[in-house]
């Protein structure tokens, strides 16, 4: 039973273990590439979004402007990532992810969609149908945590 009372009937307490325990076995299900979580990230929103001004990139990633400068310029040295001016205002940059970045992103996002299939086929028929029911509101939900907050702002952190 859930301590914490909830408008929709919802246990968010289990919800909230459950994503917990899940997260922390998804993000290990590829190989760590010498890389933080946080880089990672950073190389899989630019892989998804495309270019980005610097500022976009460190509101995206709910990092400081001085940390996402230093992690982007270690992107850089590492051939991940490149900065070039942006045509609508040559005062501002934008960071783009490089061919190798991009290999990067894919190679984890194969090997851990090929973790993902094995640990699925060992789930028994109930279950399986079950994770696949709730897709569509696991899908909403990221989505709708991808918002920027409407309410007060989340803090930032250091990149790692």
Do not use: C
């Not at 509101?59 to 996402?68: C, K």
């Not at 270690?74 to 190798?100: K, Y």
Request: glycine share 6%; hydrophobic share 45%; proline share 8%.
């Amino acid at each position: 039973m859930s301590l914490i009372p909830s408008p929709t009937g919802l246990d968010v307490e289990a919800l909230d273990l459950a994503m917990e325990q899940f997260t922390a076995a998804f993000i290990r299900l590829a190989s760590v590439e010498q890389m933080s979580f946080t880089t990672l990230g950073v190389l899989h929103t630019l892989a998804g979004a495309g270019p980005m001004r610097l500022s976009e990139l460190t509101a995206s990633e709910r990092v400081t402007q001085p940390a996402m400068t230093q992690l982007v310029t270690r992107l850089e040295q590492d051939g991940l990532a490149v900065r070039s001016p942006d045509p609508s205002d040559r005062r501002a940059v934008l960071v783009q992810v490089t061919p190798a970045g991009a290999k990067v992103v894919e190679s984890r996002r194969k090997e851990r969609i090929g973790r993902l299939a094995d640990l699925a086929g060992r789930l028994d028929a109930h279950h399986r149908q079950a994770l696949a029911a709730s897709l569509p509101a696991l899908l909403e939900m990221a989505r709708l945590a991808a918002r920027p907050p409407s309410g007060p702002t989340a803090p930032l952190r250091p990149a790692q």
